[in-house]
């Protein structure tokens, strides 16, 4: 089974569908602290675009925004501020999760709310939403608001987008329209649609100023979509059978076919696929994308799921009881269903997943860090950790890790100005560690406090999210 929509569609109803209001209260259930004048003395600020670390710094934080950044004896504290002792600490920018769900539209169940303190105790302070549809637009405007009012403690929504497949061109070209009517900030496609609706999509989404985003469809070499102008590229969609000596016949196999058949026949290709890997053909191709400004986001995190099923069961991860109920029947389920065979193929995607990040991160290939959460066994906030580990090991340095997930989603997002590094004026959505993440990515999990958007959470505060969030799932 491949890393795609058909899993996270896997389809299940609960009874809580109404629940959408009760879950807004859960989430509201420890609001805020104040914005107030924050002062983090004596800290070391990790420049995450040069690999710089400058120390000791006084960061000075009022109103939600960095507004000095100083040697220490030059500090001019206002009295009222609140001290932050960063000595031997590391300030580094919050972190982003580039390809979350906080929405079920196919099984019907009550969004994903559930999940944001998970992000907001590790530390992910903006997250992009994958798929909505025009009333999770809504909801996402009301979460913005509930942030910046300082009763949600949640992830900033950086960018929420509204998937688009088409019964035709002309019709995907209509809810391109309508995607842009309702707020989307990009246009999301799917492995199953066909080329040509999806070349609608393309024209359409231009014509509206939206990017296009998703998986580079089944039927359409990878080239072809960042030629084209897909801005990002999800799960390394089609870059096993770009990286391989048979992209020309599989996809020719696949010629006429769209929808579920299309993927099926994708699908049922992967061992072939992984088999005729070329590295010299992968290293050519990485050449080219690298030149197109295609984003490559990998989700390595999902491709890692064959460690889960080797795992067992996953009730004896501390961090199970985070997740809401039904979250835990969809993951069992999926579980129960993942055979021997699926195993075995994970196992040879994995390390070639490895070795095309690290290919087309030599070429210069941007690669943001995403996690796909909450798929199974995928837990939001210590995925994106998790998911930076992994591209330590594809070859990214920590630094370079941090930046995937940091400034490079800021600009790509276009929010370079107000988010992405520790700068004067820039949005106070801040990580403060213990230890050197640029020594060793492991120490980014190492959270002493978090500012979100100027708002300061302690270690105990933090703890206290998380006892908060699976108390909420135990009633
Ligand atoms: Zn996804």
Redesign the pocket.
Known sequence: MRAD?AK?MVSLVTPCILAWLACMAVAQAMPLPQRQTIAITEVTVIDVEHGRSMGPRTVLVDDGRIVAIVAPHDANIPAPARRVDGRGRFLIPGLVDM???LFNLSSRRPPNDWSFPLYVANGVTGVRE??GDAASMLLVKRWRKALDDGELAAPRILAAGIAVYGSSPEDAAHQVDAAADAGADFIKVFSEIPASHWRAVLAAAQARSLPVVGHAPAGVPLLVTAEAGQRSN??LMQAYEACSSIEAPLLEERRGLVGDALTARRDAQEARTLAAFDLGICRNVAKVIAGTGQVQVP?LV?ADEDSLAKNGSPRSDPRWRYLRADEHTRWERFLSGYTAEDAALAKRRWPIAHQIVSVMHQAGVPIMA?T?SP?PGVYPGFALHDEMEMLVESGLTPREALYSATLEPARFLGMADTRGTVEVGKRADLVLLDADPTKDIHNARRINAVLLDGRLLRRADLDALLDEAAKAQAR
Do not use: F
Request: net charge negative; glycine share 8%.
């Open positions: 929509v996270w390809h979350v769900h994958m798929r999800e799960h989700t999902l995403g796909d798929m």
